[in-house]
C-alpha cells in the first residue's frame, strides 16, 4: 500500500511541475514564441520528474548522461521523446541507442558515423559552439554547413542546430549568439533551433528558438550527479 504522506508529496510534486511548466509557457509567448516546445531536462533527478513533466505536456525530456539515462528509462514501460543533450562519447552511443529519440549534440563526423551505424535515419541536431567559453561541446561556426552534409551523406535526418549560450554576463549576453545559430540554420534551410535553457530562454525565443531545454525552472535546485 502507497503511504500516504508519500502519494501526497507525489500529488502536489506534479501539480507544482504542471504550475510551471504553464508559467514558462506564459513567458514562452510573452518573448514571441508561437509552437515553441519544452524540453524537460530531467539530469540528476528521478523518474518522478519524467513523469510529472510528460503528464504536463512537455514535449521530450533532456538527458545528459548516458548511465543515468539507460538505470532511468530501462523499466519504464511507456518511454516518452528523450532528447540526449550531454556531450556524447561514441562508445556510448550503442548503450543510448534504444532509447533516445534526438541527439541534439552531434558536433563531429566520428560522431555521426556511430549514430548513423546504431541509429539508422536517426533524428539529430548539430551543435554549434559559437562563444569563446572553453569546455563547451559543438563545432565551429565555419564548421557547421560540412559537418551537416557529411550527417546527411549518413543518411541522418538533421532537423536543425543546438547552441549553448554563455554560462556568464547573464541572459543578454548570449542574445548575439542565439542571433548567429538562427542565421546559420536559415541558411541552411533547417528549420528547428534548440537555444535556450532556465536562465536565458525568453532571449533565446526573441531570437529564433524553436525549442527550449529547462530543467531547474520546472523542478527547483538540481541534486548532484553521482
Do not use: W
Not at 502507497?2 to 506564459?26: K, S
Not at 548503450?95 to 546504431?118: C, G, H, N, Q
Not at 538533421?158 to 547552441?163: D, F, I
Request: hydrophobic letters at 45%; aromatic letters at 6%.
Amino acid at each position: 500500500m502507497t503511504n500516504e504522506p508519500d502519494r501526497v508529496r507525489d500529488v502536489d510534486f506534479f501539480a507544482t511541475v504542471a504550475r510551471r511548466v504553464h508559467e514558462v509557457r506564459e513567458r514562452v509567448l510573452a518573448a514571441g514564441g508561437r509552437g515553441v516546445r519544452l524540453i524537460a531536462v530531467t539530469k540528476t533527478f528521478g523518474v518522478d520528474a519524467v513523469l510529472a513533466a510528460t503528464a504536463a505536456g512537455c514535449e521530450g525530456i533532456g538527458e545528459n548522461y548516458a548511465q543515468e539515462l539507460v538505470a532511468k528509462f530501462d523499466d519504464m514501460s511507456a518511454v516518452p521523446e528523450v532528447h540526449f543533450i550531454g556531450q556524447l562519447q561514441t562508445n556510448k552511443v550503442r548503450m543510448v541507442a534504444p532509447f533516445v529519440a534526438v541527439y541534439e549534440t552531434v558536433d563531429r563526423s566520428s560522431l555521426a558515423l556511430e549514430i548513423a551505424k546504431r541509429a539508422p535515419g536517426a533524428r539529430i541536431l548539430v551543435q554549434v559552439d559559437a562563444t569563446d567559453e572553453p569546455g563547451k561541446g559543438g563545432c565551429s561556426l565555419g564548421a557547421v554547413a560540412e559537418l551537416v552534409g557529411r550527417c546527411l551523406d549518413l543518411g541522418l535526418h538533421v532537423e536543425g542546430l543546438m547552441t549553448v549560450g554563455y554560462t556568464v554576463g547573464g541572459p543578454e549576453a548570449s542574445r548575439g549568439v542565439f542571433r548567429m545559430v538562427r542565421s546559420l540554420a536559415d541558411e541552411l534551410n533547417l528549420a528547428e533551433c534548440s537555444m535556450g535553457m532556465s536562465g536565458d530562454f525568453e532571449v533565446a525565443v526573441a531570437e529564433g528558438s524553436t525549442q527550449v531545454r529547462v530543467g531547474s525552472v520546472l523542478f527547483g535546485a538540481r541534486p548532484p550527479h553521482r
